[in-house]
């Protein structure tokens, strides 16, 4: 897996102060994407073990929230493996820290995808850039959702997602 960049201190990617690991890998490609760079999946650096410990070690801050995985696509083919474990790894470090994905892919396609019992929150969808809003909260367009996956992974038919927070 490779990656562009490890943001500290972020509080727009999720809620509360953040880490945020920007994959690289996007087939989606969206117009008007503000991250374009992220595109290629063999672009940015080695995601080696040096950016791993610095990523726990942000993570190890009393006063981090949690991470958040964006790109670029955490779900792209070639970052899904490390993601999963990555993921897993700090759920099992940090429990009480919550893990929100950013993907183009739709919720009703992913929804059996295993490492989602691991994430908090999924915005999910493709952004486009005719349904941009700047009001909206943790999310570049009006079609993307905010997704609570434990909530909605713990109903009875998981396929309709439950939105988080109120702001949607």
């Not at 374009?36 to 040096?50: I, R």
């Not at 991470?67 to 779900?75: N, R």
């Not at 993921?87 to 992913?110: M, N, S």
Request: glycine fraction near 8%; include cysteine.
């Amino acid at each position: 897996m490779r990656y562009h960049n490890i943001t500290k201190d972020d509080m727009l990617n999720g809620d509360g102060l953040r880490v945020v690991l920007w994959v690289s890998g996007c087939s989606h490609c969206c117009s008007g994407c503000h991250n374009q760079v992220s595109w290629d999946p063999a672009g940015g650096l080695l995601f080696d073990e040096a950016a791993k410990t610095e990523l726990i070690d942000q993570l190890s801050q009393p006063y981090i929230s949690g991470v958040t995985f964006s790109g670029g696509d955490p779900l792209h083919a070639a970052n899904r493996p490390e993601i999963r474990e990555l993921i897993a790894e700090i759920r099992g470090k940090f429990p009480h820290k919550t893990i929100w994905l950013y993907t183009g892919d739709c919720w009703e396609h992913i929804y059996q995808e295993p490492m989602l019992q691991n994430i908090d929150v999924l915005v999910d969808g493709k952004f486009d850039e005719t349904q941009i809003d700047i009001k909206l909260h943790w999310k570049g367009s009006a079609n993307q959702r905010v997704i609570d996956v434990p909530k909605t992974l713990s109903q009875a038919e998981p396929i309709t997602p439950i939105l988080y927070g109120e702001n949607q």
